[in-house]
Structure formats: C-alpha cells, structure tokens
C-alpha cells in the first residue's frame, strides 16, 4: 500500500489568499483525521471523518478552515482567508479495520504565510 | 488539564544503552488505548507501539516495549539497545474510551542517541 498521501508537500501563500491541502487516505481506511503541528501548540485535531462524513471538528480554529470528503479516497482542508498564524505543518492521518485503530499519517504539508 | 504530560523535553543518550521515555495519562474511563509514535526530523509520524487498557501484558514490538502501569497512570516507552537512527520526537497518545477516535497527543520528547 502507498501509505496515506498527501499534496503539496509545501506551500508558500501569502496572506488573504486561499489555500487548499489534500489528502488521499490508505485504501479501505474509513476514518480520517486532520491535524496541526505548531511550536507552541503542539499536534492538534482539527477534524476527522467517518465513512466520509464529519464527526467532531470541535478543533477547527474558526469559519476561515473547512473540510471536505467527498469520497472515501479523498479529502481537502482548505483555508480562505490565510493567515500568518496557520503557518504549520498539516497532517492528514488515516485509520481503519487494524487491531488497535492506530492511526497512519501522510508526510504532511508545510504551510508558510507570509 | 493536560491528558498526556511527556516530562522530558530532551533526553540524550548513549548509543546501544537502554532508554526510558516517561508518559503520564489522565482519563476516568475504564477503556481506553495508548500509543507511541516516533517523529525523526524528515517529520512524517511513525506508529511505534499499543496498549489497550485491559491488555494483561506489557506490549512489546521489537526493540520497543511499553512499561504499563495502570495504578500509576504511566505508559513509559523503553528502547533497548539504542541506535543512532532513533534520534527524534517521541509521541506519546491516548484514545480516551471504547471505541472513541479521537487521540489526545502529549507534547514530545526528544531523544537523542550520541556515538
């Protein structure tokens, strides 16, 4: 298996622009999680899915972030307006049917706002 | 309150010792999971290790083994043999509850293996 896949690996923007991250979660997976890793903040849950559909996204900072999964091979964060503070890196975790539901992370996208 | 408290912000180590990273849990349910991942610095997050709260036996998975103690609420990470290659941020997670999702992270330590 590919492992969980996520693009861009990097993404410079500047500030007020909309920036879209995606991932491709492992095959047969049905949750999935978005996360954000900060210095200060540490690693966050911002949203995760089941089977496609929202569950908790009690983490998303404010109405600037959303999420989408419109199928089970697919998912996008995106951020409209950006901001100088959501520079990150931003993971996207996957997790199914294993025996202990541990979850798999992708590289993750490093955002820089400027 | 803090869910997950990693005590050691950095550890450095001699290669081929044995190393302890210390994890403290605080939850009221009776179920519940733990998990180490490792984080080296290309930043992708590896799955290291499990234990369900009603596992009788300390996990082990290979070099890593998990020192559970439940009375204590302590999940400690040991590495034997350390090697050079397992120099990074150390994770410590929970699940808090029977057939939750969600992880609460603790804030990492960082290991250091020295030649």
């Known amino acids: 298996d590919a492992g969980v896949i996520q693009s861009p690996r990097h993404e410079v923007t500047e500030m007020g622009q909309e920036v879209t991250l995606r991932c491709k979660p492992i095959?047969?997976?049905?949750?999935l999680f978005w996360y954000r890793q900060t210095m200060m903040r540490g690693l966050e849950l911002l949203i995760y899915f089941n089977n496609n559909v929202p569950i908790d996204d009690s983490g998303m900072p404010e109405d600037r972030f959303s999420a989408k999964m419109p199928n089970a091979s697919f998912s996008t964060l995106k951020i409209q307006p950006s901001e100088p503070r959501d520079s990150a890196v931003y993971f996207c975790?996957?997790?199914?049917?294993?025996?202990?539901?541990?979850?798999?992370f992708g590289p993750g996208t490093r955002l820089t706002v400027t | 309150a803090q869910k997950i408290t990693q005590t050691q912000p950095g550890m450095f180590v001699q290669e081929k010792e044995a190393v302890t990273l210390d994890c403290t849990y605080d939850t009221s349910d009776p179920s519940y999971g733990l998990f180490w991942y490792k984080q080296p610095s290309s930043g992708e997050m590896i799955f290291l290790i499990y234990q369900g709260s009603y596992d009788q036996q300390n996990a082990t998975e290979g070099r890593y083994s998990l020192n559970f103690q439940k009375a204590r609420k302590s999940a400690n990470l040991v590495i034997s043999a350390s090697q050079l290659g397992d120099s990074a941020m150390y994770f410590c997670a929970m699940r808090e509850r029977e057939g939750a999702q969600k992880l609460v992270f603790g804030q990492g330590t960082r290991l250091t293996i020295n030649p």
């Open positions: 975790a996957s997790t199914g049917l294993v025996v202990a539901y541990e979850q798999y």
């Open positions: 095959s047969g997976h049905d949750y």
